[in-house]
């Protein structure tokens, strides 16, 4: 008969989900696809279980991410990715509560993958999907549980740094963030691998440059600082100042380059890092909040650490610095993030879509 048939169905999945809403751990899937990273974390409550990164090397030969390529590689590692988080978790699949995904920004071909993949397999599983801001995730990665690091308190502010944004978050609750300063042009990131690629550096430059300017002379050269009013940055001035230094004095010294490039890099870095603090300290003093934080793949710069943790003794701040691993783009951060739509009941549609400029 239909109608026992559909009752008996209907009962099955009535028990199924009440059992997921009635034990006390969450467990949530995430994935993180923006750029060349794949990316797949499990998270229990607050606790990262796993968290497994594809890195993609076929950009560094083109010295930049070709989005292209990106997508392909993206399609050939997120099975395999998320399989293995699965497996490092010690879960079964039928333990997943949810699946968090990074829905953008990014570049729309890598979010696409993430995204469908998302979808897919959350209806395979019947259970829902979780649409996370990228950015969120950066913010959000200090609330992974960690013995040795205390979380953030709200309000606080954050500096976000990567390779396409740069901004200064006010940051009033889990899901309740307001970008008080952005950049108008380019990001802080993509000034350091710019300016690593005028060097001659290989890709990604930024980390090449962190590491050159440990060995250099930080006011050695001087280069010119953006006037913007607000919170607001500007990073395009930057490189075109840098750009005609290099050719200036490689005219007189076709071996400027090789000779100075520590001192160079130290410069660059520091000229990048003041200009991030000038807009920092104002926002900090003038909305008075001692709580600030640091997130993005810029974050994990030695030099920034650095200078958060000096301006705090300084300013009596209280310091928020990411773990490395939490830093770059990474899904356990998305996971996370997840875990707070979830406790919201803030799912997403199978119809939503990839976006590659997403607000936060």
């Excluded at 950049?183 to 430059?205: R, V």
């Excluded at 980390?207 to 990073?235: C, E, H, R």
């Excluded at 000779?259 to 000038?278: E, G, H, V, W, Y």
């Excluded at 997840?338 to 976006?355: C, E, M, P, T, V």
Aim: glycine share 6%; hydrophobic share 40%; aromatic share 8%.
């Amino acid at each position: 008969m239909v109608f026992p048939t559909i009752l008996i169905i209907f009962v099955i999945q009535f028990t199924q989900r009440y059992l997921k809403l009635a034990k006390k751990d969450i467990i949530i899937l995430g994935i993180e696809s923006s750029c060349d990273d794949t990316s797949a974390s499990i998270i229990k409550n607050e606790a990262i279980y796993s968290n497994v990164i594809a890195s993609q090397k076929i950009h560094e030969e083109y010295g930049g991410v070709v989005p292209e390529l990106a997508s392909r590689a993206h399609q050939q590692n997120i099975l395999p990715v998320v399989d293995v988080a699965i497996k490092k978790a010690n879960i079964s699949i039928s333990d997943i509560d949810a699946i968090a995904f990074t829905s953008g920004p990014g570049l729309l071909g890598s979010l696409i993958v993430g995204t469908s993949f998302a979808k897919a397999m959350a209806l395979g599983l019947n259970i829902p999907i979780i649409s996370v801001n990228h950015m969120h995730g950066h913010v959000l990665a200090h609330f992974i549980d960690d013995k040795d690091k205390e979380k953030p308190t709200f309000p606080f502010i954050c500096l976000t740094v990567s390779g396409g944004h740069t901004q200064i978050v006010l940051v009033k609750d889990y899901l309740e963030m307001e970008v008080i300063g952005t950049t108008i042009d380019d990001a802080a990131g993509e000034a350091f691998d710019k300016s690593a690629k005028l060097l001659g550096l290989s890709y990604p430059g930024g980390p090449l440059i962190d590491k050159m300017a440990q060995s250099g002379n930080p006011n050695k050269y001087s280069f010119t600082k953006p006037k913007v009013t607000g919170y607001d940055y500007s990073f395009s001035g930057l490189k075109t100042n840098i750009l005609q230094f290099l050719n200036r004095e490689k005219k007189k010294d076709p071996d400027f380059i090789k000779n100075n490039i520590n001192d160079i890099c130290a410069s660059i870095q520091k000229t990048i890092i003041d200009i991030l603090f000038d807009k920092l300290i104002e926002a900090v003093e003038e909305h008075n909040i001692n709580e600030v934080a640091i997130a993005g793949g810029v974050s994990a710069n030695s030099e920034l650490r650095a200078r958060l943790v000096s301006e705090g003794k300084k300013r009596e701040w209280k310091t928020h610095i990411p773990k490395f691993e939490y830093s770059t783009d990474n899904a356990a951060m998305i996971a996370i993030a997840g875990r707070y739509h979830f406790l919201k009941n803030d799912f997403a549609k199978q119809s939503i879509s990839a976006s590659s400029r997403l607000n936060i």
